[in-house]
């Protein structure tokens, strides 16, 4: 069974430029969560999608946004980027949105803003 | 508002010795608690997980961990360290929301 998988797994973009990350979930999972890792701050939440509504939001302004489609893939998007921004997204996905279960994570994409 | 505290950012023990790290936890409800191991350049892989049954928990490579609601902690420990196990690890707790709350993280480091 494919596990998650994010694309790309390293992108190098400069200060103001935007970027789309993605993430296919385990076949069958219909929950996805997106967090951001940096060395400062650590790993915070940014947003859960579930059968293509967003369930839960994080505190990040409104330059990151995200979706899910009907095959329960999701994307994730930063406008108008800032070097605070560089960070591991990780992307995870569940069997459903809200129970207690594992998140299961993928290998991230590192994001590198010159 | 829940959160997790993990007491020490870096633990360093010796191959063969116990391993034990600190997980304290703040939640007005009872909490679903979870430890992950972060591996250089990947994602996050579970460890094992407390959803309100057994108050001593078993995951795999050896590690378990205890619920103790009187000292809302929740520790992780190994009984003999391999060099396989430095990693990152991270306790979380899981809020109303459903969203994972992560601790700061504790580097672990084994001495050969």
């Known amino acids: 069974k494919a596990g998650v998988t994010q694309t790309p797994r390293y992108l190098i973009k400069t200060r103001g430029q935007q970027v789309t990350l993605s993430c296919s979930p385990i076949?069958?999972?219909?929950?996805v969560s997106w967090y951001q890792q940096t060395p400062g701050q650590g790993l915070q939440f940014l947003f859960e999608y579930f059968s293509e509504t967003q369930r839960n939001k994080g505190n990040f302004p409104g330059r990151f946004s995200g979706r899910q489609f009907s095959n329960s893939r999701s994307e994730m998007n930063v406008s108008t980027l800032e070097l605070g921004d560089s960070a591991l997204y990780l992307c995870a996905s569940s069997l459903e949105g809200g129970s207690p279960g594992e998140l299961f994570f993928g290998e991230g994409s590192r994001l590198t803003v010159l | 508002a829940q959160s997790v505290t993990q007491l020490g950012s870096h633990v360093s023990v010796s191959e063969g010795a116990l391993v034990l790290l600190r997980c304290n936890y703040s939640s007005s409800v009872p909490p679903y608690l979870f430890w992950y191991v972060q591996y250089p350049n990947q994602g996050l892989q579970l460890l094992l997980k407390?959803?309100?049954?057994?108050?001593l928990v078993k995951g795999i490579n050896d590690f378990e961990a205890e619920f103790k609601k009187s000292e809302t902690s929740f520790h992780l420990t190994k009984p003999s360290a391999h060099m396989s196990d430095a990693a990152e690890y991270f306790c979380?707790?899981?809020?109303?929301?459903?969203?994972?709350?992560f601790g700061q993280g504790t580097e672990l480091s084994v001495k050969p």
């Open positions: 076949s069958g999972h219909r929950s």
């Open positions: 979380a707790v899981r809020n109303q929301g459903g969203k994972l709350i």
């Open positions: 407390y959803t309100s049954a057994a108050t």
